[in-house]
């Protein structure tokens, strides 16, 4: 649902509904390393940077790295970061 916001342009609303994503992926899978919760977490990363919010982008960015189990979302997310730089 979080992404049918975003590709409306309803940033705000896709934060809000990956935040309660990522709660419900935490609690299912407990804090372990889980991919779903890696992209859920890049999604977020992605969704503050489409509101300014360059920081707290960062630290979800990050976090997903710290996750990601599969070359691909690594790639993914490192790529967001070096965006990221470039702003």
Same mark, same amino acid.
Do not use: W
């Given at each position: 649902?979080?992404? &049918?916001? +975003?590709? =409306?342009? +309803?940033?705000?609303? /896709?934060?809000?509904? %990956? *935040?309660?994503?990522?709660?419900? %992926?935490?609690?299912?899978?407990?804090?372990? $390393?889980?991919?779903?919760? $890696?992209? /859920? %977490?890049?999604?977020?990363?992605? $969704?503050?940077?489409?509101?300014? !919010?360059?920081? =707290?982008?960062?630290?979800?960015? !990050?976090?997903?790295?710290?996750?990601?189990?599969?070359?691909?979302? =690594?790639? &993914? /997310?490192?790529?967001? %970061?070096?965006?990221? *730089?470039? =702003?």
């Amino acid at each position: 649902l979080g992404m &049918v916001h +975003q590709d =409306r342009g +309803q940033v705000r609303e /896709t934060i809000k509904e %990956l *935040e309660i994503s990522l709660g419900l %992926l935490k609690k299912k899978a407990g804090e372990g $390393a889980h991919p779903a919760i $890696a992209e /859920t %977490l890049n999604n977020l990363g992605c $969704a503050y940077v489409g509101v300014g !919010e360059f920081d =707290r982008a960062r630290k979800f960015f !990050e976090e997903s790295l710290k996750i990601c189990e599969s070359s691909h979302g =690594r790639a &993914v /997310t490192l790529n967001n %970061l070096g965006n990221l *730089e470039l =702003r």
